[in-house]
């Protein structure tokens, strides 16, 4: 089945201990992201990857960082939580980038930093 | 810079009822546009796209929206609404000015309540 697979679904953690949410993609996708989900805010995109070692800021870049080693892989790290991280998180895939295929989005992460 | 508007945050119809959730956009150049739908505890759905041709988009679930350039609109319909449609919608854009950034701006969010 082709999915989109984000880890851990729940977390609660405490400011300053660093976390990893981790993305995995079956679809052998180039493009993946990663959003943010907040009341009254919609979607905001943290960062994206066009492909293997090629990654870029989006919206709310600050106090995360990406990886993309492998093409299947986008893990999304904080470093030093903070409350303000507390959210819901998505990871999406596309084949080719946004501009004409549609984005799959994983099931969620949904953070809480105390 | 690219923006998406969803001026509702909330829109009620009664079952059987057409139902509209408005979207507008900005961009500088061609706009790429689209309709997510979020279930509750879930990812986002593709629902439709707009890129080129036909302004009339047919999508998933029965739904298809309307792209208007002079109004600058991609509203977002169904002629008779199901209780199951109940759920919140996200318009996205992305401005296809040439190479650059793939970024796609998604709106706050409208959430349709399907009234039995």
């Known amino acids: 089945e082709a999915q989109v697979t984000q880890n851990p679904r729940y977390l609660i953690t405490v400011t300053g201990k660093k976390l990893t949410v981790t993305c995995s993609q079956n679809m052998n996708h180039e493009y993946m992201s990663w959003y943010r989900q907040d009341p009254g805010l919609g979607l905001r995109q943290i960062y994206y990857s066009m492909n293997v070692e090629v990654t870029d800021k989006g919206d709310v870049p600050e106090g995360y960082k990406v990886s993309r080693k492998e093409k299947r892989n986008f893990p999304l790290i904080l470093e030093s939580p903070s409350p303000n991280q507390t959210s819901l998180y998505f990871c999406?895939?596309?084949?080719?980038?946004?501009?004409?295929?549609?984005?799959?989005f994983g099931e969620g992460s949904r953070l809480t930093v105390l | 810079a690219q923006s998406v508007a969803q001026p509702e945050d909330q829109v009620n119809v009664a079952e059987g009822n057409p139902l509209t959730v408005k979207c507008t956009y900005s961009?500088?150049?061609?706009?790429?546009l689209f309709w997510y739908v979020q279930y509750p505890n879930r990812g986002l759905q593709f629902l439709l796209k707009y890129i080129t041709g036909d302004n009339l988009v047919k999508g998933s679930y029965g739904f298809e929206a309307e792209f208007n350039k002079s109004q600058t609109s991609f509203h977002l319909k169904k002629p008779s609404a199901l209780v199951s449609d109940s759920a919140l919608y996200f318009c996205a854009v992305r401005d296809w000015a040439g190479a650059g950034s793939y970024q796609l701006t998604f709106g706050k969010g409208t959430k349709l309540s399907v009234i039995p």
């Open positions: 961009v500088s150049g061609n706009p790429y």
């Open positions: 999406a895939s596309s084949l080719q980038g946004t501009d004409t295929g549609e984005l799959f």
